[in-house]
């Protein structure tokens, strides 16, 4: 799906023009680009998670010259999708992964010894 079929799908599950499809879009996208460059994330609760990760500067390989290259620190944007997500794209692997955790533990309630009253 391109953003042109994404309008189209919009347009016409909300009853909208293309036009105003289209801008509702648009904000959205800005809005999300503009969280993520000031570092904020944007969670998507059941989608996902855009946010600002820093990559470090490191060693790189010219395969061209075969001499090594200094690569700079930079920052990039990076999407983590959401259970929900990955449930709906591979059920399986959602089903393995529920069936491998264990079940969560009731918390054993240790009686507290009871307190002797004081005597007057």
Known sequence: M???ELIEKLAAEH???KAAAGRILDTLIQSIVGAVKKGEAVQLVGFG???QV???ARTG???????AIKI?????PKFVPGAAFKAAVDPKAAARKA????APAKAAKKAAPAKKGAKK
């Open 49 to 51: 998670t855009f946010k």
């Open 72 to 76: 700079a620190a930079t920052k990039v």
């Open 54 to 56: 820093a990559r470090a």
């Open 99 to 102: 069936a491998k955790a264990p």
């Open 15 to 17: 009853d909208l023009s």
């Open 61 to 67: 390989y010219n395969p061209r010259e075969g001499k």
């Open 2 to 4: 391109n953003r042109v």
